[in-house]
């Protein structure tokens, strides 16, 4: 267990549906980030947090949204929901933001699939 | 546009044997270089490589970085079942928060 928590595990849903992802960060941990796998793209950046601000914003679509809360969990949401939506959804957290002390942690995804 | 590029794509051996997975990266202003092991599901790290020509090794793992040729490459020797898995490497850069991932080698150990 890396520490990183990330519900639910799997997630089927049809086109046109909204879902909200959620993510618990190791303890201590104030950054969180979102990475979106899928087969033919590797894993790609979509959207960084630290300490409930948003830090960084890589190829995150319009109908994507994020925050962090108080409590530092952080939500992804995913509206109007494609097909081509469908893929492992990762968080991961550092502690503080930086990227330089031997790279993130992360969760053991959520599996989207879209119908 | 910044790029991480992983070779082969997928690699097939038998247990006992050498491979070798190569990252290139095209990335400005360079800071780390990251290999990743991910086999169901959460990516684990292995290493971090900052300095070039240093070898970071890690029992049958090793990994080198060479920023002349902007590359690295990850030894695996006298692999095992339990190396399957996909490799991942990512770039992080000075401007960047964030690492960027290539889209990994895929390797099959077969007894």
């Known amino acids: 267990d890396s520490g990183v928590t990330q519900t639910p595990k799997h997630l089927i849903t049809a086109t046109g549906q909204r879902v909200t992802l959620r993510c618990s960060p190791r303890s201590g941990d104030l950054s969180v980030y979102w990475y979106q796998q899928s087969l033919d793209q590797g894993l790609q950046f979509l959207i960084q947090?630290?300490?409930?601000?948003?830090?960084a914003k890589g190829n995150i679509l319009e109908r994507f949204s994020a925050q962090q809360f108080p409590d530092l969990h952080s939500e992804l949401n995913l509206s109007s929901l494609e097909l081509g939506d469908s893929a492992l959804y990762f968080c991961a957290s550092s502690v503080d933001g930086s990227v330089e002390v031997g790279g993130y942690t992360f969760g053991s995804g959520t599996r989207l699939t879209v119908v | 546009e910044d790029k991480v590029v992983q070779s082969p794509l997928s690699l097939v051996v038998h247990e006992g044997d050498t491979v070798t997975l190569n990252c290139s990266y095209e990335?400005?202003?360079?800071?780390?270089l990251l290999w990743y092991k991910q086999e169901k599901k959460a990516p684990t790290f292995l290493f971090m490589l900052t300095s070039s020509g240093i070898e970071k090794k890690s029992g049958r793992l090793s990994s080198i970085l060479d920023k002349k040729e902007l590359s690295s490459i990850l030894n695996i020797t006298a692999t095992q079942t339990g190396d399957s898995a996909i490799y991942l490497c990512a770039v992080d850069w000075y401007t960047g928060n964030q690492f960027y991932f290539g889209t990994g080698t895929s390797l099959t150990v077969i007894p």
């Open positions: 990335v400005t202003n360079f800071r780390s």
């Open positions: 947090y630290y300490n409930g601000e948003e830090r």
